[in-house]
């Protein structure tokens, strides 16, 4: 059963950094993309960051490129997603998810996602 669960969010000052975490088991983790997405409220969920299943390359949205930065630890199922300069905008419920292959695409993505760990930036 494919489990993805997300932690590390917390209340963060504009200016303020986070690093968020992502553990999964029930699949071949060396073997997918993985990708970190947000929600903020009233909006629609979008995609943050990928990653290739190797690791060796990654793709940002425009809001956070500069900012954020996608890792992954395939030897601990494990993606991270550190956040530097974080602003109000920011403020969303984060979510992981994973598709098989060496790039990440939305299309073959697990249609399930796990909590989520919420994000707030405030002064």
């Known amino acids: 059963q494919v489990q993805l669960v997300e932690s590390g969010g917390g209340l963060v000052q504009p200016g303020g950094s986070l690093r968020l975490s992502c553990a999964a088991s029930?699949?071949?983790?060396?073997?997918?993309?993985l990708s970190w997405y947000r929600q903020a409220p009233g909006k629609e969920r979008e995609l943050v960051a990928d990653?290739?299943?190797?690791?060796?390359?990654?793709r940002y949205a425009d809001s956070v490129k500069g900012r954020f930065t996608i890792s992954r630890d395939n030897a601990k199922n494990a993606v991270y997603l550190q956040m530097n300069s974080l602003k109000p905008e920011d403020t969303a419920v984060y979510y992981c998810?994973?598709?098989?292959?060496?790039?990440?695409?939305?299309?073959?993505?697990?249609?399930?996602w796990g909590q989520g760990t919420q994000v707030t930036v405030s002064s």
């Open positions: 990653i290739t299943s190797t690791g060796g390359s990654t």
């Open positions: 029930g699949f071949t983790f060396r073997a997918y993309a």
């Open positions: 998810n994973a598709a098989p292959g060496y790039y990440y695409s939305d299309s073959r993505a697990f249609g399930s």
